[in-house]
């Protein structure tokens, strides 16, 4: 099956540190504190309530996912697994976990990169509050 697939912008913030060793997340909020230390774009266009239903659909049937955050031709990419227990609604966030935990903001499980495993130059590029930062969530069978 070709991997469903949903491209959408966000921006960087000075406030990115990408340093937090169990998750990854993008968040449609405007502003971050030095503490969201796992997020890596802000003011992003969509939350997980936003993807389209057939991806959602995918996931929940337990798909192989990933998201890939690229800016200034660097990129980092993330894969788990989707659950039928992910219920994608979060109006704001979408978070990778390496870990089985499943709430509202979870897009993934069992991921296998995190915001602490990006290279350092990606993260000087996402510190850069203009900077467009495009996410692209897949999910394949």
Known sequence: MKPLRETF??????????????TVMITRDKSLSTRGDCIVAVRAEKGLRDLDDEIKDTIKRGASVSMVV???GLSFETKGRGSPELPLT????????????????????????????MEPELICILQDGERQVDITIKAYL
């Not at 912008?9 to 169990?22: C, D």
């Not at 296998?112 to 495993?117: C, F, G, T």
């Open 70 to 72: 690229e800016a200034a």
């Open 90 to 117: 979060h109006a704001s966030d979408m978070v990778a976990r390496k870990s089985g935990y499943i709430c509202g903001r979870t897009l993934m499980i069992g991921a296998d990169m995190v915001s602490s495993d």
């Open 9 to 22: 912008r966000a921006w960087g913030h000075p406030n990115i540190r990408a340093g937090h060793s169990t």
